[in-house]
């Protein structure tokens, strides 16, 4: 129903910065959260940040003060700005989107992941 197309993770050293955004597209009638995710192999998914309509931020203690979400709604796209990463940061990160379609109907959609590795 709706497809996510993730970009922006890499390779970076330890103290530096990389800007994640996640573009929506498809048949959407709105997009009511958009977050990340991360997971490290062996471990469950957890919460990183999330954005929802009504300007509610949550962030993932372990990140707040370092990350910034951000949403474009206009171009279905949400940002993960994250500065001062550390080695622990390191995971593959999902966008991830609640809404509706077009036709009304509810999804829970995900991205198909992106590595972000922080290391010296």
């Known amino acids: 129903q709706v497809q996510l197309v993730e970009s922006g993770g890499g390779l970076v050293q330890p103290g530096g910065s990389l800007e994640l955004s996640c573009t929506v597209s498809g048949s959407i009638f709105t997009l009511n959260v958009m977050g990340w995710y991360r997971q490290v192999p062996g471990t469950e998914r957890e919460l990183v940040a999330r954005?929802?309509?009504?300007?509610?931020?949550r962030y993932a203690d372990s990140v707040k003060g370092r990350f910034r979400i951000s949403r474009d709604n206009a171009m279905n796209t949400v940002y993960l700005q994250m500065n001062s990463l550390k080695p622990e940061d390191t995971a593959v990160y999902y966008c991830?989107?609640?809404?509706?379609?077009?036709?009304?109907?509810?999804?829970?959609?995900w991205g198909q992941g992106i590595q972000v590795t922080v290391s010296s």
């Open positions: 954005a929802n309509t009504g300007g509610e931020i």
């Open positions: 991830n989107t609640v809404g509706y379609g077009a036709d009304f109907r509810p999804f829970d959609s």
